[in-house]
């Protein structure tokens, strides 16, 4: 019975995690804006919204958080999302540097 719960345990955490994957995409992409997001809560269409990162200290496009979702979508084979974020990436450096 304890396997069971533990099984059970590890597939919600696998679901927050991947939910936080496709959240920091939106919001690194810009699909959705923390304002999106506020009003669909207010709306009761979220009770909670996971993300990999603080949103009040950063917004998502530093180097690591986009390469840890770069990882994550190449594992699930989602490589249009890869070649966004590369994009990004490769943005947010050039702005950085100037």
């Known amino acids: 019975m304890m396997e069971e719960n533990d099984s059970m345990e590890f ?12 959240n920091a995409y939106l919001i690194i992409t810009k699909e959705k804006t923390f304002d999106d997001i506020y009003y669909e809560m207010e ?6 919204f996971y993300l990999p ?6 917004d998502g496009r530093d180097d690591g958080t986009i390469d840890l979702l770069i990882e ?3 594992g699930r084979e989602e490589f249009e999302k890869c070649a966004k974020l590369i994009k990004i990436k490769e943005l947010c450096s050039k702005i950085q540097t100037d």
């Open 11 to 22: 597939l919600k955490d696998l679901e927050i995690y991947n939910e936080s994957m496709d």
């Open 43 to 48: 709306q009761g269409i979220h009770d909670k």
């Open 53 to 58: 990162f603080d949103p009040i200290a950063q």
């Open 72 to 74: 994550h979508f190449e």
